[in-house]
């Protein structure tokens, strides 16, 4: 179909079953074609010096009116009569606009950087809203502009602020692993801030364990608890038969009456980290062996670790699977059959029960790490039980064992 291409009439088209064109009478080449779809789009088709044909997307119908549409197609026309690659050219500024997303901090990571983030990080949403979250008035900023002095002024204020020293280099390492990737990838030539420095810290860091008298007030009100909670449900079954309806399962006939204490026992002695346990699936464990696997898809360092089971942990979980359904293939499974994401609630009340004080879930690991150099166990061999990458961060349990340093110095005698 030939005719003038105008608004009335690309109104009045309406959709076939297939896609069909309508050529404009004016300008050679410039056409529409309606889609099944009912979308409307205007194309230059032209023929190249070397005679290939070829068609130049100009845009839909309701972004752009005929008349200008048709002028688009005058002036494309034109360029290619002058030998202009006009389909080279759109490719060019459409590389050139993405490069300018791509420019500021906020462009880079929601356009590349947070598909990364996901695919590779263990915790992305925590990754990414350090950044967000602690450097957006820098979102806007081209990634060429955000320089050294830029984060000094950040880093004042935070310590003005009373941040601790910490938590402004975890903020920091995200902010240059997120321009490291930057330069990794071209979009940057350098760094712009890979020698700002993070804050010295005391490498000693906090080392919390449990004293003699304090590991027996937690297994006692975790035996309190657990006593309370049968007791509720038998209390609650009652209730039920009095009603004629089904009775719960009887906790008083399982090892356990839900998983707080067992995961409490498994961190105090293995030195599984919450994410581990909460991770840790039935195939991981090899009773025959006695031995727990620590996948590296789970592992912190990402490194697949294997810790023995002592007496109490093949107890606890032999146990615990006994009384548990077949249907899960997590060790501890929450009420969605999902790995939990927090315990927060039950850990805080046992813990207050305990009177501890100061000391919170992960200090379970320091407690396990603590006992095992307390009773002369090496601390490359507590580094490997740990997943600790290097030697670094088991030398904050060196001082519970002091006679290795006594010895030394007696040598020289």
């Not at 839909?60 to 005058?74: C, D, F, K, L, M």
């Not at 695919?119 to 967000?132: R, S």
């Not at 004293?211 to 309370?228: C, M, P």
Request: charged residues 30%; proline residues 3%; positive net charge.
């Amino acid at each position: 179909m030939k005719t003038k291409l105008t608004n009335t009439l690309v109104k009045s088209l309406e959709s076939h079953e297939a896609v069909y064109s309508v050529r404009d009478t004016e300008i050679k080449g410039f056409l529409l074609k309606v889609y099944p779809s009912g979308k409307k789009v205007y194309y230059l088709d032209y023929r190249t010096k070397d005679g290939q044909r070829k068609s130049f997307q100009i845009g839909s119908h309701g972004n752009i009116t005929p008349a200008q549409a048709r002028e688009v197609a005058a002036l494309r026309a034109a360029d290619v009569a002058h030998g202009k690659d006009i389909q080279k050219e759109k490719q060019e500024a459409k590389k050139k606009a993405s490069q300018q997303k791509m420019n500021t901090l906020k462009g880079f990571i929601y356009h590349s950087y947070r598909e990364y983030v996901e695919n590779n990080h263990k915790a992305p949403a925590i990754t990414l809203g350090k950044i967000e979250s602690q450097f957006g008035f820098l979102m806007n900023r081209p990634l060429s502009e955000i320089t050294p002095w830029t984060i000094e002024k950040w880093r004042s204020e935070q310590k003005k602020a009373g941040k601790k020293d910490s938590s402004i280099n975890r903020e920091l390492m995200a902010l240059k692993a997120c321009l490291s990737r930057a330069v990794e990838w071209g979009i940057l030539a350098t760094n712009p801030i890979a020698n700002v420095k993070p804050v010295k810290l005391d490498d000693q860091g906090r080392v919390r364990y449990l004293s003699g008298d304090e590991e027996k007030r937690l297994l006692d009100a975790l035996d309190n608890r657990e006593l309370r909670i049968r007791t509720d449900r038998a209390s609650g079954n009652l209730w039920r038969a009095e009603r004629g309806y089904d009775p719960m399962p009887d906790l008083f006939k399982c090892a356990y009456a839900d998983h707080l204490k067992p995961m409490t026992l498994l961190a105090m002695n293995t030195g599984l980290r919450r994410g581990e346990i909460f991770n840790l699936k039935w195939k991981d464990i090899n009773f025959d062996q006695n031995r727990i696997t620590v996948r590296g898809k789970t592992a912190k360092s990402g490194i697949t670790r294997h810790i023995p089971m002592n007496k109490v942990v093949h107890a606890v979980l032999k146990s615990w699977k006994d009384q548990q359904e077949d249907n899960s293939h997590l060790v501890f499974p929450s009420k969605s059959n999902e790995p939990f994401d927090n315990i927060r609630k039950s850990w805080s009340k046992i813990r207050d029960t305990a009177k501890l004080a100061d000391f919170r879930w992960h200090d379970l690991r320091h407690h396990f790490a603590s006992k095992l150099v307390m009773a002369e166990v090496d601390l490359n061999t507590v580094r490997e039980l740990l997943g600790h990458a290097d030697l670094k961060m088991t030398l904050r349990y060196a001082h519970l064992a002091p006679e290795h340093l006594e010895d030394a110095v007696a040598k020289l005698i």
